[in-house]
């Protein structure tokens, strides 16, 4: 019966608290970054973001909060309005993952990077890179 109780204490732990899951392989979390990239919404897409990240806006580089950082990628996508977004290529293990995509905003050309890591047994950006494609 105790060997019981313990596999029940710990049961939940390990099917919730790992981003290793089986569910957490299967979902893209790029999926949905990029659909709000694609779409210009800082608001949406900061929903994403860690607590504090890093955001580097063409060679600008900035830790910030996750408000501070909403700002600035609103500030970049009023400057430069999305028109078209697509990850080119992704890597990374379950907990830890990073892709490249090109955006096409203002008329110009940028690649981004993102990583994300897993906490709390979900995916968050911990850096936002945008840089322009000379």
């Known amino acids: 019966m105790k060997i019981l ?22 979902f893209d979390a790029f999926t949905p970054i990029a659909k709000y990239i694609r779409q210009g919404d800082a608001d949406k897409l900061s929903a994403w973001f860690a607590d504090n ?13 996750r408000n501070q950082a909403r700002q600035i990628v609103k500030s970049f996508f009023n400057a430069y309005n999305p028109s078209a977004f697509s990850i080119s290529h992704q890597a990374g293990k379950s907990n830890m993952k990073y892709a490249l ?3 096409n905003a203002g008329g110009e050309r ?18 936002l890179k945008i840089e322009r494609i000379e």
């Open 5 to 26: 109780m313990k596999i029940l204490t710990l049961a939940p732990v390990m099917f919730l608290g790992v981003c290793a899951n089986s569910y957490a392989q299967e």
């Open 53 to 65: 990240l890093e955001v580097v806006i063409i060679s600008k580089v900035s830790d910030s909060s």
């Open 101 to 103: 995509g090109i955006l």
């Open 110 to 127: 940028f690649v981004v990077t993102i990583f994300v890591s897993c906490k709390h047994s979900s995916y968050e950006i911990q850096q």
